[in-house]
């Protein structure tokens, strides 16, 4: 029904510096001036020209010229990211963008990856269709990559703006006890909301949005409590959990209004929930943001263990590793064109 209306509708200095033993503290502070200096004076032409440069494209959309229009997507998201991470780093330092290279690179791919995981779930769900998509299969492919590789970086840049501005600082509550056999019911639980998802689609396609947090946060409990939701809630502290979902939710009108305007871009078809929409999501699917936000902290925070790990490993078991990592994802692209895409 949805797509059949769809077609109706749309029928028409610093890396060259030395550190000799002697000059290590003149060298180390020239460093912290240089640095102090980007803060200060670096970011902000730098967030000036995202900011003007977005509005532009912007504005090319808007008057249809190519390729603003059909990516509108992209252009928006990657101007967006590096003016968010420069006020972040100009704030305090702290960038998922701007900080060390290659933990962006590394963001990314974990970025790439969690979302083709939500993307196999969706051959079974059909929640969500891709329409105006181009022909071209490397093109398509590699605007497959640049898209799907900016979820992680914002929601979780998004997070650290918020938290820069103190959003949910003072939010206490009461001590959750955590205890072993809690943490089986939360994994449990998690698979048993899964299990639904598959079984049920057409009625419990939303909770794929918590399965996963309760199948994660437990994981992440047992390799580090302090990062784990269970563990700051042993402590009464929520802001974490809350900022993230609020960076979610925020994350969540950007995306669908920047793909609104975009030529190739998704459109829904949820049960019982395709009326009230804003832009193409119905009102309600926008609650879907907020745990969405706790699933992609989780699953960096597991990832990025998993990098110090993978560093340390066999280079041939790197090798492999990359060698699946490719083939899941040209594998889930194919499946994209062949059961998400329309009238590619």
């Given at each position: 029904m949805v797509v059949d209306q769809w077609r109706n509708e749309n029928a028409a200095g610093v890396s060259s510096c030395r550190c000799d033993k002697g000059a290590e503290p003149k060298s180390i502070w020239h460093a912290v001036i240089i640095m102090n200096t980007l803060r200060e004076n670096g970011t902000g032409w730098l967030i000036g020209v995202g900011v003007l440069t977005h509005v532009i494209f912007l504005g090319l959309m808007l008057a249809h010229v190519e390729p603003f229009h059909t990516f509108f997507y992209l252009f928006a998201w990657w101007t967006y990211l590096p003016v968010i991470g420069a006020i972040n780093y100009r704030k305090s330092g702290r960038?998922?963008?701007?900080?060390?290279?290659?933990?962006?690179?590394?963001?990314?791919?974990?970025?790439?990856i969690v979302w083709l995981f939500f993307e196999i779930w969706n051959f079974r769900l059909g929640n969500w269709?891709?329409?105006?998509?181009?022909?071209?299969?490397?093109?398509?492919w590699t605007v497959y990559v640049l898209a799907f590789a900016t979820v992680l970086p914002a929601v979780l840049e998004t997070d650290l703006l918020f938290d820069h501005l103190g959003v949910a600082r003072?939010?206490?509550?009461?001590?959750?006890?955590?205890?072993t056999r809690w943490l089986g019911v939360s994994v449990i639980s998690g698979f048993v909301m899964m299990a639904l998802v598959v079984l049920l689609p057409r009625y419990c396609f939303p909770l794929i949005w918590v399965g996963i947090v309760l199948i994660l946060d437990p994981v992440l409990y047992r390799q580090d409590k302090d990062a784990s939701f269970l563990g700051q809630a042993s402590r009464g502290s929520y802001q974490r959990m809350i900022r993230l979902m609020l960076a979610g939710l925020s994350c969540g009108v950007l995306w669908e209004f920047w793909n609104y305007g975009s030529g190739a871009k998704w459109i829904y078809d949820i049960p019982f929930f395709d009326q009230w929409k804003v832009?193409?999501?119905?009102?309600?699917?926008?609650?879907?943001?907020?745990?969405?936000?706790?699933?992609?902290?989780?699953?960096?925070?597991?990832?990025r263990r998993a990098r110090k790990s993978l560093v340390l490993t066999d280079r041939r078991f790197q090798v492999l590793a990359l060698i699946a990592a490719i083939?899941?994802?040209?594998?889930?692209?194919?499946?994209i064109d062949v059961m998400t895409v329309i009238s590619l």
């Amino acid at each position: 029904m949805v797509v059949d209306q769809w077609r109706n509708e749309n029928a028409a200095g610093v890396s060259s510096c030395r550190c000799d033993k002697g000059a290590e503290p003149k060298s180390i502070w020239h460093a912290v001036i240089i640095m102090n200096t980007l803060r200060e004076n670096g970011t902000g032409w730098l967030i000036g020209v995202g900011v003007l440069t977005h509005v532009i494209f912007l504005g090319l959309m808007l008057a249809h010229v190519e390729p603003f229009h059909t990516f509108f997507y992209l252009f928006a998201w990657w101007t967006y990211l590096p003016v968010i991470g420069a006020i972040n780093y100009r704030k305090s330092g702290r960038s998922y963008v701007f900080g060390d290279r290659w933990q962006f690179v590394w963001l990314c791919s974990c970025s790439l990856i969690v979302w083709l995981f939500f993307e196999i779930w969706n051959f079974r769900l059909g929640n969500w269709l891709y329409v105006g998509i181009i022909t071209d299969l490397g093109l398509r492919w590699t605007v497959y990559v640049l898209a799907f590789a900016t979820v992680l970086p914002a929601v979780l840049e998004t997070d650290l703006l918020f938290d820069h501005l103190g959003v949910a600082r003072r939010v206490r509550g009461l001590a959750f006890q955590v205890s072993t056999r809690w943490l089986g019911v939360s994994v449990i639980s998690g698979f048993v909301m899964m299990a639904l998802v598959v079984l049920l689609p057409r009625y419990c396609f939303p909770l794929i949005w918590v399965g996963i947090v309760l199948i994660l946060d437990p994981v992440l409990y047992r390799q580090d409590k302090d990062a784990s939701f269970l563990g700051q809630a042993s402590r009464g502290s929520y802001q974490r959990m809350i900022r993230l979902m609020l960076a979610g939710l925020s994350c969540g009108v950007l995306w669908e209004f920047w793909n609104y305007g975009s030529g190739a871009k998704w459109i829904y078809d949820i049960p019982f929930f395709d009326q009230w929409k804003v832009f193409e999501m119905p009102l309600p699917g926008f609650l879907g943001f907020m745990p969405f936000a706790l699933e992609c902290y989780l699953f960096w925070e597991l990832f990025r263990r998993a990098r110090k790990s993978l560093v340390l490993t066999d280079r041939r078991f790197q090798v492999l590793a990359l060698i699946a990592a490719i083939s899941y994802c040209a594998l889930t692209f194919y499946g994209i064109d062949v059961m998400t895409v329309i009238s590619l």
